[in-house]
């Protein structure tokens, strides 16, 4: 695909043809991008040097994932959050989500500029008003921020890290 003059052409590095694909994150230390294929339940690995994506499956879907401190990754399940290692080895529950009324599922998720994790959450059908919009603290207290929504999705701050934004 060719852009406008003085942009940059795109190429397609991965035809991943994920039935959900999200969750972009990349990894500096490893060099490596992090994303999601939600309904497929499959966290992937890909390695832009060497051209290789490596999908991990995991036992729920997965709505998005975060980078740890310690070089781990959190993954916002349907109602949990879990820890994976870099392998793709599930070390454990680190937390259940809230109950719901109806069936919701995690959807996109991002750690803001303070290292709290916000995670949209939605009817699987994706139905209006029945989607959240969560806080995890570093003390793993969870705040709901925002209810009656549909499908939040796109999370984003801006660079003095007082406004956030999502669609």
Known sequence: ?????????????????????????????????????????????????RGIDTPFEVDSTVGSIALRWDGSLLLALADRLAVMDAEGELEGDLLPLPESDSPT?????????????????????????????LRIDGDLTITHRLDGLAIPNGLGWSLDGRSMYFL
């Open 105 to 133: 599922r995690c959807n996109d998720g991002k750690c803001d500029p303070r290292g709290r994790f916000w995670i949209g959450r939605m009817a699987p059908d994706g139905a209006t008003g029945r989607g959240s919009l």
């Open 1 to 49: 695909m060719t852009l406008p003059e003085g942009q940059r052409t795109l190429e397609l590095l991965l035809p991943a043809r994920a039935e959900v694909g999200e969750g972009p994150v990349w990894d500096p230390d490893r060099g490596v991008l992090w994303w999601v294929d939600i309904t497929a339940r499959i966290v992937h690995r890909y390695e832009p040097r």
